[in-house]
């Protein structure tokens, strides 16, 4: 029988097999200790499928919300190369300090942008500025923003982007049509979104591992 036991047995084999987490990502993982939020960062196998995924892309802009302590911003900055550029979206100064300091550490400070305020907020003010658009948006701050996050991300995109949303499972609590959790409304409603815009073409996959039964959402812009 398999548990989530089993499942962060496995995930630890398969991040000690395949996955290239240095020394500054660790203590990148580890630092989120000192977050507003605790660990609820991507696994670290999770943060290398973000990577693959804007390597595979050719990424070179990059739009992520919800920071924390900048852990997978880091796969993704890495990601980018030396070129890239990542914007990441973060509502506590708190969560941006420890970031900060991890970009430091891991070399990418240069290419990455903190932003501190609520994430509609800022993304409201990178369309007003007509920002070069992104490759890649990576969707994981707080759940029930999630459709106002995805419609930002449609004016902040090309055909061709990919975005991907983070924890569209939540232990099955997704398929309560009348849950009243309002991270459960936001996913519902943002994978509704999803499905009735035919700009984009969408899977969701469950995960299980060491972050328990979750999972993602892709979605790739075809028009
Ligand atoms: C939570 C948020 C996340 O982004 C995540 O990956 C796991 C849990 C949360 O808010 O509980
Ligand atoms: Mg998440």
Do not use: C
Not at 21 to 26: I, W, Y
Not at 178 to 183: A, M, W
Not at 198 to 218: I, N
Request: charged content about 20%.
């Amino acid at each position: 029988m398999s548990t989530p036991d089993t499942w962060t047995a496995v995930d630890r084999y398969l991040v000690d097999t395949l996955v290239d987490e240095d020394a500054t990502l660790a203590l990148a993982r580890e630092s989120a200790d000192d977050t507003t939020a605790g660990h609820i960062e991507v696994a670290p196998n999770q943060g290398a499928f973000l990577a693959l995924l804007a390597q595979m892309i050719g990424a070179r802009r990059i739009l992520e919300f919800g920071t924390l302590a900048g852990y997978s911003t880091i796969w993704l900055a890495r990601a980018t190369g030396v070129d890239g550029h990542v914007d990441t979206l973060e509502l506590e100064e708190q969560n941006a300090e420890i970031a900060r300091a991890n970009f430091k550490r891991a070399g990418v400070f240069d290419r990455v942008d903190v932003h501190v305020a609520p994430a509609a907020q800022t993304a409201a003010e990178l369309i007003e500025r007509s920002v070069e658009p992104y490759d890649l948006v990576f969707i994981d701050a707080d759940k029930p923003n999630n459709p106002v996050y995805l419609a930002a991300a449609m004016e902040l995109t090309h055909p061709g982007s990919v975005i991907v949303i983070d924890n569209v499972v939540r232990n099955g609590s997704v398929v309560d049509a009348g849950s009243e959790d309002p991270s459960a409304q936001g996913t519902r409603a943002v994978l509704a979104a999803a499905a009735a815009d035919p700009r984009l073409s969408a899977t969701a996959l469950q995960t299980v591992g060491s972050k328990g039964w979750d999972g993602f959402a892709l979605l790739l812009r075809v028009g």
